[in-house]
């Protein structure tokens, strides 16, 4: 996917003018962005959501700015794992959802970056859907979310410890099942003791860029 992921960094720097303050979330798109805005050879001011994603600004020579509450900012770019026709998103495979969350919400407008192959009918299609929660209680957190979720599997890793975000929280990975109203489930999500975040992000994104192997970009507007 590396000519696709270029495809879609590369439009995305088109849309990052001079002066701006702008938001990097996490991800292999994301940092095909910090690469190609670094060539630039241009300043760039960014806040980022990731601790891999701030290393590389940093090595990158980019301005890092806090989210103290004064600062919003012009644009967030950020991937996605699964796209609908209506730009609702699964994010979080990196684990960052949360702190993406809230860089793209600091935000005035947030476009994706992403492979053409992560657009799907409907999502869940290929990729479960993440849920960032406390430690503390965390299998009492799994039961009552099964009401909502009921294959939710704790995130491990390679060696079969824990996952653990940027936030040292858990991460459990639920089948996502198909329901008519997204936006219903993600606030229901949202509302169980535990959960911190989830990786539903409806009606954020104004645009995705979705790169081709080919080099094109597909483009996908908010309606």
Do not use: N
């Amino acid at each position: 996917m590396s000519e696709a992921r270029a495809a879609a960094a590369a439009a995305a720097v088109e849309l990052v003018g001079p002066g701006m303050t702008i938001g990097l979330g996490s991800g292999r798109a994301v940092w095909k962005v910090v690469e190609l805005l670094a060539a630039r050879g241009e300043p760039v001011r960014c806040a980022v959501a990731s601790v891999r994603t701030q290393e590389l600004a940093r090595e990158a020579g980019f301005s890092l700015v806090e989210l103290d509450g004064t600062v919003e900012l012009d644009l967030a770019l950020d991937g996605a794992d699964e796209v609908d026709p209506s730009l609702a998103l699964i994010k979080g495979g990196g684990g960052a959802l949360l702190r993406e969350k809230i860089v793209i919400s600091a935000a005035r407008r947030f476009v994706v970056v992403a492979e053409a192959s992560k657009k799907v009918a409907r999502l869940g299609e290929g990729f479960r859907l993440p849920v960032e929660v406390a430690q503390f209680g965390w299998r009492d957190t799994r039961r009552r979310l099964a009401e909502l979720l009921p294959d939710a599997e704790q995130r491990l890793r390679e060696d079969d410890e824990a996952y653990l975000t940027d936030e040292g929280h858990f991460i459990l990975d639920c089948a996502l099942p198909a329901v008519p109203d997204l936006a219903a489930l993600a606030a229901a999500i949202k509302q169980v003791p535990g959960v911190m975040e989830h990786g539903l992000f409806i009606g954020l994104a104004e645009r995705a860029l979705l790169g081709r192997e080919d080099g094109t970009v597909e483009v996908l507007e908010a309606g």
